[in-house]
């Protein structure tokens, strides 16, 4: 079965950075976007950051300029590199995988659907 699997969480200060990794293993269809989105407390699970198969990458208006969305296709890893970190960015990351992508796929995550990891956790204060 599909697994996803997030590190690279943590404490970091304001204005500082932080990378997130996700290691897929499983029988990933090569033609699904994956994505990273977060939940803060008592807070809805909103989109971060997704990358097409085609590499297309699509952010939101809150972390664009400050996060990267990468993958490393051969070794089934996708990144979120995030730097001029916020408070308000402080929350459990997800990484997913879906057919579904692009847009609505930031926008409406459907955490119900697709493929999930187990969430990790980052702090800014």
Known sequence: ???????????????GSLRLSCAASGPLNSNV???WFRQGHEKTREGVATIGSDGAAY????VKGRFTISK????????????SLKPEDTATYYCAASFR?????????????????QGTQVTVS
Do not use: C, I
């Open 1 to 15: 079965h599909v697994q996803l699997v997030e590190s690279g969480g943590g404490s970091a200060q304001a204005g």
């Open 72 to 83: 490393d296709s051969a070794r089934n890893t996708l990144f979120l590199q995030m730097n």
């Open 33 to 35: 976007a994956m994505g």
């Open 101 to 117: 992508f692009g847009k609505p796929w930031l926008t409406d995550p459907q955490p119900n659907a697709g493929w999930w990891g």
């Open 59 to 62: 952010y939101a208006d809150s």
